[in-house]
């Protein structure tokens, strides 16, 4: 079957059980789990030879999964992007394209049923767990074959698949590889398939109906078991279509200057930004290595050299890890270097709950990790500065590798990628030689300092870019009330930029000790962290800890102007006017005359209504009240940014 297969795509295939044949009369799968594109899929086009060659039914199957690491709305809400352009662009080549959506009554085991049914099945290899796990259990079960295949490096993992201890050595074994790959066009596969008709083992998300109008994908997201805190990035849409239109607005206005301003985080447009399309497969390497190779400048030269060389080295690194996480990839001399500094003391220690809330004792690092939670990204020559403070702020090196790999996934948009491990490993010595003298805590790992990178950074002008404002909102959050759950929903807010203000009743709620039984996994995590790091379960504690740093307003300082109809209210404070973007509450009746005046205005456009009765008393939890409420806040804001209209993006018609 292999053997059947153009040079081109059977250098891409790995088998993983000892079925060589296709077997019955079932369809050609082809399982996508990281490779969201129709142009230039290999898995796409081994699928299609398959089926042409053994005259079998084909379709184009894509689940999306909620036990993928730190799955959240903003990962969730990329991939559903890519899913309304894959199913367009298949319709188009008359190829059948099915969608799975596990959620609350959607959580069928698909695979394995067509591990039983199937007469072929081909996914696209992410050597990750738990991906690789999900694959092999697959190939264990399956009646067919199965095969995974390469669709993310321009040099195959399996035609070399070997890790090197650096990269100038990965650069120099693979040149001739690599020479010959960019320099040919991806082979038009003209294959003529059937598409497979029968039934299936799910019942396929309505893509046109469901996904393409934001108000039913919404309704969609909330039955999923993912994490509502981690918000959308709202300006970036996901999919192939955009993908090929940002990079080719690159291509033509920015790979010339690529040289000269790549390490400058304070310009943004001196970088791609394109790192998130290639994790999730929207865009092909090899088109991207071929279009850039056709410039030839030193600046095309460079940017290959960080795509085909430094990514591609940590593909194939990892693809031939067993334990892809593990401090035991570290080199020699890095874990006797940590072993050596184990015992040093530390400076200050940091919770990792105040990390993740970007309250560290470095304004450079808190941007860092600012720009990770709002945006989903940080610059690459930050990345680097922002991972190697985790040592010094951490109790040890596994500490330190486990939380960097945790904050990079939870939120960069690029995260959860043999790329990202292969980043906070090299943060901790991979890929990298010994440093002398050795450095307290550092060892003889290569140290950066936080203050020497700010020195020779546009501090400002990298502040503002961080500091803006991602979401459609132009004035302040008043959030009436204090308990946990309010706090817990301005903390929310605060983080993710917004203006917020909240509005303490004139009694308190009753304290209580707050519970974590029968909750999502996110929120039991976050009440598990702040209770390590406060020491109590108390919930007015929780909630002034989650207030810290929030401006909070007696009910009597809450004054409101509505001199200018047509207009929203505004906040007086200070002689100064802020126009109020909403007004959040779990009981709109419990707010006094001019907030409720406030909520009704524009038929309650400005209202966000967490809840329907009030929350919390001495004796219980009310965690699945807390999950409604984060969850109704984070519609109204959904309904409040998605975009009405499709995103407009333009593509070039003739690409070589």
Avoid at 191 to 200: A, C, D
Avoid at 531 to 539: K, L, M, R
Avoid at 573 to 587: A, K, R
Wanted: aromatic fraction near 8%; include cysteine.
């Amino acid at each position: 079957m292999i053997d059947r297969l153009p040079e081109h795509l059977a250098d891409r295939v790995r088998r993983l059980n000892d079925t060589e044949q296709p077997t019955g009369q079932g369809p050609v799968v082809v399982w996508l789990k990281s490779s969201f594109r129709v142009d230039e899929n290999p898995a796409i086009d081994v699928g299609r030879h398959i089926a042409a060659t053994y005259d079998l039914p084909l379709v184009i199957y894509h689940g999306l999964d909620e036990r993928y690491p730190f799955a959240s709305l903003r990962h969730h809400n990329m991939i559903l992007d890519a899913a309304v352009d894959m199913d367009d662009r298949c319709s188009k080549l008359g190829l059948r394209y099915a969608f799975h959506l596990a959620r609350e009554g959607h959580r069928p085991s698909v695979m394995r049923s067509f591990s039983e049914h199937a007469s072929c099945i081909i996914t696209d290899m992410f050597p990750l767990p738990p991906w690789t796990k999900w694959v092999r259990t697959i190939a264990k079960v399956s009646l067919c074959p199965v095969i995974d295949v390469d669709c993310h490096c321009v040099i195959p993992m399996p035609l070399y698949g070997k890790s090197v201890d650096r990269p100038f050595k990965f650069r120099n074994a693979t040149k001739k590889m690599r020479k010959r790959r960019v320099q040919a066009a991806w082979p038009v596969c003209d294959v003529k398939t059937r598409s497979y008709n029968g039934p299936l083992p799910f019942e396929p998300v309505d893509v046109q109906s469901e996904l393409k109008e934001p108000k039913e994908r919404f309704r969609l997201l909330r039955d999923c078991n993912i994490d509502p805190t981690v918000h959308p990035i709202w300006q970036e849409r996901g999919g192939e279509g955009v993908a090929l239109s940002k990079w080719q607005g690159f291509l033509s206005n920015g790979l010339n200057g690529y040289a000269r301003r790549r390490n400058n985080a304070a310009d943004p447009s001196g970088v791609s930004r394109l790192s998130y399309a290639f994790h999730y497969g929207f865009l092909s390497p090899m088109r991207v290595a071929r279009e850039a190779a056709a410039i030839g400048t030193k600046s095309a030269d460079k940017y290959l050299d960080e795509l085909l060389v430094f990514r591609e080295h940590a593909w194939h690194h990892i693809y031939s890890a067993s334990d892809p996480y593990s401090p035991s990839n570290l080199p020699d001399w890095a874990k006797e270097s940590w072993r050596s500094t184990s015992d040093d003391p530390r400076a200050v220690l940091v919770h990792p709950e105040e990390l993740e809330h970007a309250k560290s004792p470095s304004d450079l690092w808190n941007l860092c990790q600012r720009s990770l939670f709002r945006h989903g990204e940080l610059h690459n020559n930050l990345r680097m500065t922002w991972g190697k403070a985790l040592p010094l702020w951490t109790s040890n090196l596994e500490t330190s590798l486990e939380l960097s790999q945790k904050l990079n996934d939870k939120y960069a948009l690029d995260g959860r990628d043999p790329s990202s491990v292969v980043g906070v490993q090299w943060c901790h010595g991979l890929f990298d030689r010994p440093f002398f003298p050795s450095m307290p805590v550092m060892g003889v790992v290569r140290k950066r300092d936080l203050l020497t990178h700010s020195s020779r950074l546009d501090y400002e002008r990298y502040e503002s870019h961080v500091n803006r404002m991602q979401a459609n909102s132009n004035g302040v959050f008043l959030v009436a009330g204090y308990g946990v759950l309010e706090c817990l929903i301005a903390r929310i807010l605060h983080d993710h930029g917004f203006n917020v203000y909240i509005i303490q009743p004139e009694q308190y709620s009753p304290d209580y000790e707050l519970q974590a039984d029968g909750i999502s996994k996110w929120l039991a995590e976050r009440l598990a962290a702040i209770h390590d790091h406060i020491g109590t379960s108390s919930s007015q504690e929780i909630a002034s800890y989650l207030a810290n740093g929030i401006p909070v307003l007696n009910t009597g300082e809450v004054h409101i102007s509505d001199e200018h109809p047509g207009t929203s209210p505004s906040l007086i404070m200070n002689e100064h006017q802020q126009q109020i973007d909403c007004i959040v509450t779990i009981d709109p009746s419990s707010l006094n005359s001019s907030l409720q005046a406030v909520a009704e205005h524009d038929n309650g456009s400005l209202l966000c209504h967490l809840g329907s009765h009030a929350i919390g008393n001495k004796q219980g939890t009310y965690g699945s009240e807390i999950e409604t409420a984060v969850w109704n806040l984070s519609e109204y804001l959904w309904r409040k940014n998605v975009p009405k209209q499709p995103t407009s993006y333009s593509i070039q018609t003739k690409l070589i």
